[in-house]
């Protein structure tokens, strides 16, 4: 056990052009994850080919385990789902916790 609060981050990789970009926001939520002392269990990247299944998994883990904090880069990652806010909101009321834009985008 970390003593570290437990997350899970979330990544529209449709927002990027390049793997790099990608590779570089995945690198920048575990570091501010470390930063920030939570313990990220897992990054949730969605795609083109993947349509809402990262996000679909990212929910499941959320309501199966003790996971109640959602790392994202921006909230404009939540555009493929819903609208940003509402998005955002309906994760707060599921999980009992918090979105946390992290600024790396």
């Known amino acids: 056990m970390s003593g570290k609060a437990p997350a899970v981050a979330y990544v529209n990789a449709n927002l990027f052009i390049t793997e790099s ?7 920048s ?3 501010f994850a470390d930063e920030w002392c ?9 795609d083109r080919a993947s349509g809402r299944s990262a996000f679909n998994s990212m929910v499941t883990r959320l309501t199966t385990e003790d996971i109640t904090t959602v790392l994202v880069p921006s909230l404009h990652h939540f555009a ?4 940003p806010i509402e ?3 309906h994760l707060q009321l599921l999980t009992a916790g918090r979105v946390i834009p992290t600024g790396t985008t």
């Open 80 to 83: 493929g789902i819903g609208h």
């Open 29 to 31: 939520m575990e570091r």
């Open 87 to 89: 998005v955002k909101d």
């Open 38 to 46: 939570y313990d990220l269990d897992s990054i949730h990247v969605e």
């Open 21 to 27: 970009e990608v590779a570089r926001v995945r690198e």
